[in-house]
């Protein structure tokens, strides 16, 4: 079974930068494509970018492009998120994420806190 587990969240003011990565075990990085998703207090969990499985696609949600860029290192079997201009709007629990098979994996989230 595939496992997920980010890591780089923290507090950040607005402006600065930050760089989540998520360890993928259980599958090579290039089997799928992978996406990072986050929920905001009192939202609803939302898309922010994905990476196709060759890696040569990347999308974004309208609200990061051009701020956020999301990579993989093949050999690590791990993928990112830098997170450039923080804004306090960023702050929420990151996730990075699968779907195989139609099932969602998600790992356990890290959080994100940007200040004013």
């Known amino acids: 079974q595939v496992q997920l587990v980010e890591s780089g969240g923290g507090l950040v003011q607005a402006g600065g930068s930050l760089r989540l990565a998520c360890a993928v075990s259980?599958?090579?990085?290039?089997?799928?494509?992978w996406a990072w998703f986050r929920q905001a207090p009192g939202k609803e969990r939302e898309f922010v970018a994905a990476?196709?499985?060759?890696?040569?696609?990347?999308n974004y949600a309208d609200s990061v492009k051009g701020r956020f860029i999301i990579s993989r290192d093949n050999a690590k079997n791990q993928f990112y998120l830098q997170m450039n201009s923080l804004k306090p709007d960023d702050t929420a629990v990151y996730y990075c994420?699968?779907?195989?098979?139609?099932?969602?994996?998600w790992g356990q989230g890290t959080q994100v806190t940007v200040s004013s």
């Open positions: 259980g599958r090579t990085i290039t089997s799928n494509a």
């Open positions: 994420n699968v779907r195989e098979n139609g099932i969602n994996y």
């Open positions: 990476i196709s499985r060759d890696g040569a696609i990347t």
